[in-house]
């Protein structure tokens, strides 16, 4: 089992920032990737950024390419969003998950991020 807990989000103004944390626990080592998903009220889930364990290698949603990066902190088994010149329409629960070599897919429990226009 993988345990996660998200953290970092808040209310912000349009054009500023917030870093997103999501801790891992648990098993680990059976942590293939790492991605992060965000549902706006009334929309269905959708996937906003990833990192693969074994290479570091990124995937961004069109919608936060050039605005949100992500990266890893090994020793603490964390990952960060870091979130920038955010809009709006990035208001949303953030979701982190964790797929592992397995198959299986465990999630977080969120965090709310609201930006204000």
């Known amino acids: 089992q993988v345990q996660l807990e998200e953290s970092g989000g808040g209310l912000v103004q349009a054009g500023e920032s917030l870093r997103l944390s999501c801790a891992a626990s648990?098993?680990?080592?059976?942590?293939?990737?790492i991605g992060w998903y965000r549902q706006a009220p009334g929309e269905e889930r959708e996937f906003v950024a990833r990192i693969s364990y074994v290479l570091s290698s990124t995937v961004f949603a069109d919608s936060v390419k050039g605005r949100f990066t992500i990266a890893r902190d090994n020793a603490k088994n964390t990952v960060y969003l870091q979130m920038n010149s955010l809009k709006p329409e990035d208001t949303a629960v953030y979701y982190c998950?964790?797929?592992?070599?397995?198959?299986?897919?465990?999630w977080g429990k969120g965090t709310l991020v609201t930006v204000s226009s």
């Open positions: 648990g098993s680990t080592f059976r942590i293939n990737a």
């Open positions: 998950a964790a797929d592992t070599f397995g198959s299986t897919r465990y």
